[in-house]
């Protein structure tokens, strides 16, 4: 079974509007972590934001905000004000605690891409 | 600090051939990871090491070899190359220990197998 599950491949949006893209999880620990990440057209990887199972309110950072609804396993990323400089495939990824230790291991979804209109 | 380097960038082999990824960082990190990026499939895990002398398989371990003899470097070895290798091939590395401290990844080695 798909652990992280990103439902909408492509994506569109207007300059200076907000966005939603969708991530549902499935694990049965009760620690965990949730990471989004984006790609531009360059490749690389770059840590959007972060979101601990425990932690009781949403993650922001800046214009990103993580929607996140425990009971529903849903980790959806919010951008505000979409940029064009926004436009990029975006990973929503996930850590598990892993019985006690916490391996280098990320598990991801397989992105959304986004594409921001002038 | 560099970060997390990878190299080559860009590399075409012939199916059958052998070839090693590199990969170092200077951070000190103790984790350091590989996955593979497929298009529609995200990135999955290939290995991942714990520290110096330490290794494990990921999700897609098969036709890939990895050591770590150092904390700095993870290197990627492909013993006889095939076309589904074809693929782009990040390194990552982190802290050890926490769920939240942050994967840094490399650029990336875009492989072509023909």
């Known amino acids: 079974a798909q652990k992280i599950t990103q439902t909408q491949p492509g994506m569109f949006v207007q300059e200076k509007e907000a966005v939603t893209l969708d991530c549902t999880y499935d694990?049965?620990?009760?620690?965990?972590?949730l990471f989004w990440y984006k790609q531009p057209s360059s490749g690389e990887m770059i840590f959007l934001i972060y979101q601990g199972s425990y932690d009781e309110q949403n993650a922001t950072e800046g214009r990103y905000s993580l929607n996140f609804q425990k009971a529903r396993k849903s980790a959806n990323l919010v951008i505000s004000a979409s940029q064009l400089g926004d436009s990029a495939m975006y990973f929503c990824a996930m850590r598990e605690f892993a019985g006690g230790t916490s391996y280098g291991k990320l598990t991801f979804g397989q992105g959304t891409i986004l594409t921001v209109h002038p | 600090n560099a970060g997390v380097t990878q190299t080559p960038k860009f590399q075409v082999l012939k199916t059958g051939q052998s070839m090693t990824l590199q990969c170092a960082q200077d951070m000190n990190h103790e984790y350091m990871s590989w996955y593979r990026q497929d298009p529609g499939m995200g990135l999955r895990l290939i290995h991942y090491s714990v520290g110096a002398g330490i290794t494990d398989q990921g999700e897609v371990p098969n036709g890939y070899n990895v050591s770590r003899s150092t904390t700095e470097d993870f290197p990627l070895r492909l013993l006889s190359a095939a076309p589904s290798q074809t693929s782009v091939y990040f390194c990552a590395s982190r802290e050890r220990g926490g769920l939240y401290n942050e994967q840094f990844f490399g650029p990336g080695t875009r492989l072509t197998v023909l």
């Open positions: 694990t049965s620990d009760q620690s965990y972590g």
